[in-house]
């Protein structure tokens, strides 16, 4: 069920649900809270809502750098493929988010 404030100047919509963590956000309206909160209680209806807010605040460097702290300091290669992985780090697609990296196509 969905909850709304007002909160300085600005209304706050909470979707709780029994086995999620809750979701909340900050809209200048209240219709836009409740078609927000209609749209997210739709989702978890059906049985597709997935919670994207870790996934948009995380960089992508952010992944590569501990994937290069966990994984590849066991490997026979890590040396190299961690100067790789750091040089894609440093480009462009580094400072994406998880959520802005495009899905990638199959061959």
């Known amino acids: 069920m969905a909850t709304f404030r007002n909160r300085?100047?600005?209304w706050q919509a909470r979707?709780?649900?029994?086995?999620?963590?809750?979701?909340s956000k900050s809209f200048q309206t209240k219709e836009d809270a409740q078609r927000w909160?209609?749209?997210?209680?739709?989702?978890?209806?059906?049985g597709y809502y997935i919670n994207v807010v870790l996934a948009e605040r995380t960089?992508?460097?952010?992944?590569?750098?501990?994937?290069?702290?966990e994984v590849t300091q066991n490997s026979r290669s890590g040396r190299e493929e961690s100067y790789r992985l750091r040089a894609l780090a440093?480009?462009?697609?580094?400072?994406?988010s998880m959520i802005q990296l495009p899905p990638l196509q199959a061959p």
């Open 15 to 23: 979707v709780a649900r029994k086995g999620l963590k809750p979701v």
């Open 90 to 96: 440093r480009s462009w697609l580094g400072e994406l």
């Open 59 to 69: 960089l992508f460097k952010e992944i590569i750098e501990r994937y290069i702290k």
């Open 37 to 46: 909160a209609r749209q997210i209680e739709a989702e978890i209806d059906k």
């Open 8 to 10: 300085h100047g600005k």
